[in-house]
């Protein structure tokens, strides 16, 4: 699987209203050749779960900047496995180093924080979408 056919579902869950830093995203991954699907803001993980099953997402993309990652983020990786989807969610934002090792352990697959170039973001969603299943 190339870029062009990596396919991406990019939300901010939640009241947060800070959306800069998405759109930047959406397309530093636009531009590395990937196929995003930009939600925006205020959605729900049963919203996010509903456009990754209809666009066929391969991942999901959080950026969470009102400490409430600890809440959503689990709350995405939990609504996907139980929708049958068993794509990988990637974290950006604002999340302290204390927090990082509960969100792996919750099944966030990777997380970015302020300043990723566009390089890091893409290798970072390449990685856990090309994973190698047999690596666990």
Do not use: C, W
């Amino acid at each position: 699987m190339e870029e062009q056919n990596i396919r991406i579902v990019l939300a901010k869950l939640g009241l947060d209203g800070h959306d800069r830093g998405l759109r930047v995203v959406t397309r530093m991954l636009r531009d590395a050749g990937f196929e995003v699907i930009y939600l925006g803001l205020r959605q729900t993980a049963e919203m996010v779960v509903a456009a990754a099953m209809q666009e066929d997402a391969d991942a999901v993309g959080l950026s969470l900047h009102n400490a409430s990652h600890l809440t959503l983020a689990p709350r995405m990786v939990d609504s996907l496995r139980d929708a049958g989807l068993d794509i990988p969610v990637i974290v950006g934002g604002i999340i302290p180093d204390d927090d990082v090792q509960p969100l792996l352990d919750a099944g966030i697959a990777a997380i970015l924080g302020p300043g990723a170039s566009a390089t890091e973001v893409a290798e970072s969603v390449r990685s856990v979408v090309l994973r190698d299943p047999s690596a666990g």
